[in-house]
C-alpha cells in the first residue's frame, strides 16, 4: 500500500534486469507511491531479461541504452522526458559490472583494460549520467538523484575485486557532483551503500553466500533486502529528504558500525586455526 510518497514525480529507473533486481523493486515501490517511470538497461539486457515484464505491468516506456555512451544517455532523459511529460524528479542508478570478476582474475592479477571496463560501467557512468541531466537541465529543482554503493569502498571485502575502486569512484562522484548540481539547481546527489543482497551482480562477488551469512549475523537488524532497499530509495527520492545530499548513507541493518558481535567472538574461539590451501601454504586473504 502506498502513501502517495511520490505522487506527481517523474523518475528514471537504470538497471532492472529481472525481478531480483534491486532496481526492480524500487521501480514497482516508486509507481506504488504514486510516481511515474521510465526504465532503462543495456540493449543486450533487454534483449535476454525480463525487463520488458516490468515495463509492462508498471506501463513504463523501456529505452535501452548503454550507460557508458554519453549519446545513448541523452536519448535516455530525452525520451524519458517526452514520455513523462516534462523534466525529471528523480534518477535510480543501479549500474555496476566487472569483466574481471566473471573472469575470475584476483586483484593482484587484475587485466587493465577490464578494470578500465569495470570503471566505466560501474563509476563513471554516474557521472555520466549527472552531466548529461545538468546540460539538458533534465532534473527539477530539488530532484533526487541516488546511486547504489556498498561498504568495501570503505573497507576490504575478500573477493569484491576491483568493484571496490568502483565504489570508492562513486561515491566521491556523488559528493563532488552533488557539490556543483546542488550550488547551481538544488538537486540532491547521493549513495546508498546497500547490505549483500541474492541478484544476479551479487552471486558474481566470491565467497557471496558466506559473506550474506556473516552480515546477516553481524548486523544487530540483519541484512537489508531489495525490497527494504526500495523503501529507502523511495524516501531518499521523496520531499522528505530535501536538505540531504553529498551523502553515503548506510543501509545494511547496523554492520558497518560492528567491528566484535558476542556470537562472533564466541564462534572465532571456537573454531580459529590457520587456512592453508592444498600446499600447506596459509591463506590470509
Ligand atoms: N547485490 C548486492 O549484494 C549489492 C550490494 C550493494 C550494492 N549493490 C549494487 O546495486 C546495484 C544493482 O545491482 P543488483 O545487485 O541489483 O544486480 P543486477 O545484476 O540485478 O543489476 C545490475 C544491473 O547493471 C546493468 N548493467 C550492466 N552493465 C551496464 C551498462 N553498461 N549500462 C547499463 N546498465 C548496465 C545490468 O544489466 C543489470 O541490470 C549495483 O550497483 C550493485 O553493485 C549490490
Not at 12 to 34: P, Q, Y
Not at 163 to 192: C, P, Q, W
Not at 220 to 236: F, I, K, R, S
Not at 259 to 273: L, P
Request: aromatic content about 8%; hydrophobic content about 40%.
Amino acid at each position: 500500500m502506498g502513501n502517495d510518497l511520490l505522487k506527481g514525480k517523474r523518475g528514471i529507473v537504470f538497471g532492472a534486469l529481472n525481478d531480483m533486481s534491486i532496481a526492480w523493486k524500487v521501480a514497482e515501490r516508486a509507481v506504488e507511491e504514486g510516481a511515474i517511470i521510465t526504465l532503462s538497461n543495456t540493449p543486450l539486457a533487454v534483449r535476454m531479461g525480463t525487463t520488458n515484464e516490468l515495463a509492462e505491468k508498471l506501463n513504463a516506456k523501456l529505452i535501452p541504452a548503454d550507460a557508458t555512451s554519453v549519446e545513448d544517455l541523452e536519448q535516455v532523459f530525452a525520451q524519458s522526458m517526452e514520455a513523462l511529460g516534462g523534466k525529471i524528479d528523480f534518477v535510480l542508478h543501479s549500474i555496476g559490472m566487472s569483466p574481471n570478476v566473471r573472469k575470475k582474475r584476483t586483484y593482484d592479477d587484475l587485466d587493465y583494460d577490464m578494470l578500465t571496463a569495470t570503471l566505466d560501467i560501474s563509476a563513471i557512468s554516474f557521472h555520466k549520467m549527472l552531466q548529461v541531466a545538468k546540460k539538458m537541465n533534465a532534473i527539477n529543482e530539488y530532484g533526487s538523484v541516488v546511486a547504489l554503493s556498498y561498504m568495501a569502498a570503505q573497507r576490504t571485502v575478500f573477493g569484491y575485486n576491483d568493484m571496490a575502486d568502483a565504489k570508492s569512484i562513486l561515491e566521491s562522484i556523488a559528493r563532488s557532483f552533488g557539490y556543483i548540481y546542488g550550488r547551481e539547481h538544488n538537486v540532491r546527489v547521493n549513495t546508498i551503500s546497500q547490505s549483500p543482497t541474492v541478484t544476479t551482480a551479487g552471486s558474481g562477488v566470491k565467497g557471496m553466500e558466506g559473506l550474506l551469512d556473516f552480515s546477516e549475523r553481524m548486523s544487530p537488524l540483519g541484512n537489508a533486502t531489495a525490497a527494504e532497499c526500495a523503501d529507502y530509495c523511495v524516501v531518499m527520492f521523496s520531499d522528505l529528504t530535501r536538505k540531504v545530499t553529498m551523502q553515503n548513507l548506510y543501509h545494511d541493518g547496523g554492520f558497518s558500525s560492528m567491528a566484535m558481535s558476542y556470537r562472533a567472538m564466541e564462534q572465532y574461539n571456537k573454531s580459529f586455526e590457520d587456512f592453508r590451501d592444498e600446499n600447506g601454504k596459509i591463506i590470509y586473504g
